[in-house]
């Protein structure tokens, strides 16, 4: 087996006072760092705009990664080590001047890793000016999302960073396909003939793709009112779990064969006519409810708000993909805040059998279903229909659970966080957990149908109570088809 510790690299990390990098990313860096898996000689440049004592910004970083890692696993030597490798370069993302210092503490290193941890709208700017002091030959440019706010925006963001990097060598992040069960997905389907010969529209009745926040915007008003929980959520994050489960199976594992097979998912989406707008797709909007006991402020009550606004915090959608392997299998997605719970899951519906021999009271009973799930708990379950126990049972049926918890079973092993695997893989020069640059236009092109849409209704959102699943037509779209969402209570 190949070794996973990462080659030797600088790695300079633009916005590293930002949130992202204190609340993840750094702690990712110490995780790899704690697990012996980044390389002795690698060192971390942090790069932001603030000026003034270095000793002082990486104080701030030190802080940070004591407030979110937990303190079983600050282990006081793997601590020093991080720390030591730590330098802070003050850097204005628009001044090419200010970048010849970066490119003096770069010296000679054979690899840089460039990650953009800052707004979009700079990374043209970050690259050229990279560009102009002579590292982009060596370097691999990571990319946070958003990529943009729709198809266009995306391109000149794409094409900018192109003009100074190829395609082999941008990695643009999307956090979810770094989950442990997530990266379980591939395994699941093409290591296990079980689920891969009911893998289409004969065996599977429908699919459900959940995502749920309990929480509401977190002091993120100006960034999210401006993007809209599809914008946020859907465009990257559910479209690439749909592609997972959708996708046909690769030639291999290569980053192009599996990128190849998601396009084609992408590119199979049925878009939605007027009335498909109306009948397949709700969106909402919360107000005032409770959250975990306590009230809480609806959306337009948040602060710095905008009381006129009409941006969605949930979507739900019936999506339908036009091939062989899932026609007349619909995909129901459906994200938002302020729900009762954090969850991410997927649930696959299999089809009844085709014959029933039981009791017929018991009929509604009789479906299978795979239950892939990637928070809180990461696992996946297999529920299938077994006899009750005891000689006055009789043929009763009941539904149970074969499960594979992921934190139950492997006792003795952390589950890394997506941001340790994504970071790693940069580092490896793995592009496999990353989206190229056609998936995301295809999920804006289908994506900006429906704002189009939205638009052109003037449908305000539908209002929902903080601390449900949303509003009530979301429930009756999946009801329309004769189905519920599973375990809504």
Known sequence: MP????????FALFGALGDLALR?????LYQLDRAKLLHADTRILALAREPGDEAHHLGVIEAGLRKFVSDAQLEPEAVQRFLARLSYVHVDFLDADT????????????????????PAAVYGAICENLHKVGLTERTRA??????????????RVNDAVAQYFPENRVYRIDHYLGKETVQNLIALRFANSLFETQWNQNYISHVEITVA???GIEGRWGYFDQAGQLRDMIQNHLLQLLCLIAMDPPADLSADSIRDEKVKVLKALAPFTADGLTQQVVRGQYIAGYSEGRPVPGYLEEENSNTQSDTETFVALRADIRNWRWAGVPFYLRTGKRMPEKLSQIVIHFKEPPHYIFAPEQRLQISNKLIIRLQPDEGISLRVMTKEQGLDKGMQLRSGPLQLNFSDTYRSARIPDAYERLLLEVMQGNQNLFVRKDEIEYAWTWCDQLIAGWKKSGDAPKPYAAGSWGPMSSIALITRDGRSWYGDI
């Open 3 to 10: 070794s996973m510790t990462a080659g030797s690299c600088t």
């Open 24 to 28: 993840k990313l750094f702690p990712a």
């Open 99 to 118: 970048y010849v210092a970066l490119a003096e503490k770069v010296g000679d290193a054979e690899q840089l890793i460039a990650y953009f941890a800052t």
């Open 142 to 155: 990571v990319l946070e999302k958003p990529i943009g706010h729709d198809l266009e925006s995306s391109r």
């Open 213 to 215: 926040e309990k929480v």
